[in-house]
């Protein structure tokens, strides 16, 4: 201690939801909505982090780096729609860390615990939700067997 704690997360976790009756996806699985919802799963991780680690010197921070381009990205579509039209639009790799930077060294806790180009940033409302946030992560211990005994 001091220490802070980054956890990657992403605009879009806008289009998240935390599906508590259908964790698992046995309903159906969409890669762009569960990329959607393990980036508010990790805004709510984070949530419930800080309210673990309230009262020492860790900070948490989740971070949306913005739409990079990068390795990642060669999957997402057609690599010639990247390479000719996407690419301009994208930040470099080291613009896209830079959020990350700024948590890492100078930012403040904030209440909101999701940052964007180097500022707070706006998260959906129930990346916000304290009781979400913290049945997720009761749901988390129970299914790597955090607490189990054995």
Avoid at 49 to 70: D, E, T
Avoid at 80 to 89: G, P
Avoid at 100 to 105: E, G
Wanted: one cysteine or more.
């Amino acid at each position: 201690q001091p220490a802070r704690i980054i956890s990657l997360s992403s605009l879009a976790h806008l289009r998240g939801t935390i599906d508590f009756e259908d964790f698992h996806y046995k309903k159906g699985y969409n890669k762009i909505a569960a990329y959607g919802n393990s980036k508010l799963a990790n805004i709510l991780f984070t949530r419930q982090l800080a309210h673990h680690l309230k009262g020492s010197s860790i900070q948490v921070f989740s971070v949306h780096p913005g739409a990079v381009y990068s390795n990642l990205t060669r999957y997402m579509a057609p690599q010639f729609v990247f390479d000719y039209y996407m690419r301009v639009f994208m930040k470099t790799t080291m613009e896209g860390a830079q959020t990350s930077i700024y948590c890492a060294t100078e930012a403040k806790q904030s209440d909101e615990m999701y940052f964007s180009d180097c500022a707070v940033g706006w998260a959906l409302e129930e990346a916000k939700d304290d009781v979400v946030a913290d049945k997720l992560w009761k749901l988390s211990e129970k299914l790597v067997a955090l607490h189990d005994s054995k």
